[in-house]
């Protein structure tokens, strides 16, 4: 019954493949597809050598930070990402964002959950928190991407997920549109916990893109201020370190 109610949904709406957006074959004989077979070796995976502490792809294996965290501080333990954005991942993370291509998220979901499972287990996650929109933000998208990934990776592992703890309280310019100097200030204050004191210890928390780290690490040392004591980032897709 639950195989025929999914071939009919399928033929309703039919799923897309995440990187190109044509639409996936389906059967109720065979595993429904993921990804279609012309896109399945487009996206480039991140790989060691990467920065110990954000997880950005690293050109020379005998470094052990990239340029950024080399010269700072960060509140959060270690930083994990997916996929190098650019190329197909780049178009897929804009369509998924601006064309509301929401079902993208369940495979980013269970990918990151196949590729860093162990590494959160190991970690002692107890909660995955996703990067909050601002209010105005997710009037004009009508759905927070981060929550939706989050709630995905969540139902793989068998972990829960708090949508509601973080909040962004300042609408904050995007950080594309920065220098770095004005990145690092655009979000101060901009994350407030919605309860006075947070009784986890180990937290996951998972954006769509990481860039500078600037807003993980603004949501951890709240977090960190309301009371958590190890808070660890996840993103599908990061920049390369220099």
Known sequence: MKIVKESLLHLLFPPRCPFCDGILFHSVFLPPEQVCSECLDRQEYVKEPVCQKCG??????????????????????QGKALWVYKGTVRDSLYR???????????????????????????????AIIPIPLSRRRLRQRGFNQADLVARQVGKELGIPVYSHLLLRVRDTRAQKELNDEERKNNLKRAFKTRANKVQLDHILLIDDIY????TMNEAAKELKQAGAVRVYCLSISIGRGY
């Open 211 to 214: 860039t500078t780290g600037s």
């Open 96 to 126: 998924f964002k601006y064309h509301n291509r929401r079902e993208y998220a369940r495979y980013y979901g269970r990918e990151l959950a196949r590729i860093y499972g162990g590494w959160i287990r190991r970690c002692r996650i107890q």
């Open 56 to 77: 950005k792809p690293l050109e020379d294996e005998r470094e052990e930070y990239c340029y950024d965290c080399s010269r700072r501080n960060w509140e959060y333990v």
